[in-house]
Structure formats: C-alpha cells, structure tokens
C-alpha cells in the first residue's frame, strides 16, 4: 500500500513520463535556431540589395547655374520600347514612350530639362539641390530591362578668399604671423603657395603659421572644389606689415589718381 504524500511507482513513472515535454528536442531546437537567424539576418539582406541598388555607375558634377550631362555607362544600339529618367526611383523627370514622343513632368525641373536620343538627359540651371542619385529605366516590351544610377553633385562657384594675417609677434628681426583663408563655402580645400619657402611650398589648411624675416614675400591662398577656384594673396613687407592683394592695388590707384591730379593743377597754374 501506498501511502498519501509517499512517492511511489505509479507517480514517479508519472513524473518521469512528463520530464520530457519540457525539452524542445534537438531535431526542434535546430529549426528554432535556425529560424531566429533567418529572422535576424533578414534585414541586413534587405539592406545589402538596397544599397547595390542604389550603387551608381557613373558619378557627375556640376556648378550651381551651369549644365550636366546624364549619360547611361554603356551606350547601346538597342532601340528600347520605354526610356524613363527617375530622381531617387520616385520622382519622373523624362519619358520617351514607344512612338519617340518625349514628355518632360511639370516639377521643378520644368523648362530645365532635355532627353537626347542617347539617352542622356541634360539639366540645365542647375541648383544646388539638384543633387541627388538619378535612375535611368530602359524598358522592352515585357517592362523588363536596365536600371543604371547616376549621382549627380552640384557645387557652388568658389569665389574671391578672404585673407588675413594675426601678428603673433614683430620686431625688427623677425615677424611670427598666422595666416588665415577663407570662402564661406563647405566641400573646398585650402592650399597655400609660396615661391619663396620650399618647404611652405604647397600646405592643405586653411591657416599657416610662418616666421619670417626681413626678406619681403608673398604667400597665395588657393580654394578650390571640383568645379571651379580661386586665390587671393598676402603680400609680407618689413618689419611686420602685411596688406592684401586688393588693399595694394587700391594703394597704387589712388597714388595714380592723385599724381594724375598734381600734374593736372602744376599744368593749369603754368597756364595762368
């Protein structure tokens, strides 16, 4: 006899008989874990095909009211049904249907637009946010085909630099100066050029520091970006005076108007 509350056979084989349903079991625990790694490495899937999509195969630049030229990389002999240009695969920009007609969208683009034969599409007046990746579809009649993308950058014309230079220290032996350029402009690089110091020849900053001595010189601040420069100059005089290119031609033109002026009046009172 068994007694209440004892452990005995019926209810130990019971219990053993039930340990089981608590373990998944090999042959689960694999489709478990190898679901949860489909489940997590789906996305990163996703996010690689997307970015290989969105690869360019040609990259353009431009400056801010100029042109650019959208050209597929390969130029084909192929006469396709459908020609479709895309700004980020949602906004059209140019069609060419099945008889040649072309039709340009009304968007900003209106007007700025013009889809060659080859299939390169011009944009005209650029702007600055007109840069972005563009897609060309080239379609069969089926709808299938090529889908290039092209990233177009535009820049803005680099003008004239500001520069200055911050006297550190100056006395009649040697003058210590930070040299300072700028343009107002991001995406630009700095390069600073001087005949005279080999070893100053060409430095990619928008600062230099120099120490100099009673040797005059001049160092060249040149600001460029892939589509356009320009430079302007300090010009470095003894002790330690420095003038911009600018500030000396507005020197030399005022000492030309006034000894324009001085032999004017020596002229008129010869004449009196």
């Keep these: 006899m068994v007694q209440a509350g004892s452990r005995g056979p019926g209810r130990a084989t019971a219990w053993r008989r039930g340990s089981p349903c608590c373990s998944l079991g090999l042959d689960a625990e694999s489709r478990l874990v190898a679901g949860l790694t489909v489940a997590m490495l789906f996305p990163l899937f996703i996010t690689q095909a997307a970015q290989a999509r969105q690869k360019p195969s040609s990259e353009v630049v431009g400056a801010v009211h100029g042109v650019a030229y959208l050209s597929p990389s390969l130029q084909s002999t192929i006469s396709y049904h459908e020609v479709h240009w895309r700004r980020n695969d949602t906004l059209n920009l140019a069609i060419r249907d099945s008889s040649g007609k072309v039709w340009y969208r009304n968007n900003s683009y209106r007007g700025r637009l013009e889809l060659f034969p080859n299939n390169t599409l011009k944009i005209s007046r650029l702007q600055k946010n007109d840069s972005s990746m563009y897609?060309?579809?080239?379609?069969?009649?089926?709808?299938?085909?090529?889908?290039?993308?092209?990233?177009?950058?535009?820049?803005?014309?680099?003008?004239?630099?500001?520069?200055?230079?911050?006297?550190?220290m100056g006395n009649p032996e040697r003058c210590e100066a930070t040299l300072e350029c700028s343009v107002g402009l991001e995406g630009v690089t700095y390069e600073w050029i001087s005949p005279s110091q080999f070893q100053w020849d060409r430095v990619s900053a928008s600062e230099l520091h120099v120490s100099l001595n009673t040797s005059p010189d001049t160092y060249t601040c040149r600001v460029s970006n892939p589509v356009s420069s320009n430079n302007a100059s300090l010009i470095y005089r003894h002790p330690c005076s420095w003038t911009d290119e600018s500030s000396s031609a507005t020197s030399c033109t005022t000492t030309s108007v006034l000894v324009a002026l001085a032999l004017q009046l020596l002229l008129l009172l010869a004449l009196a």
């Design 135 to 168: 897609q060309l579809y080239l379609e069969d009649e089926m709808g299938k085909g090529l889908i290039e993308n092209v990233l177009l950058t535009v820049y803005e014309l680099v003008p004239k630099p500001t520069v200055k230079a911050k006297v550190v």
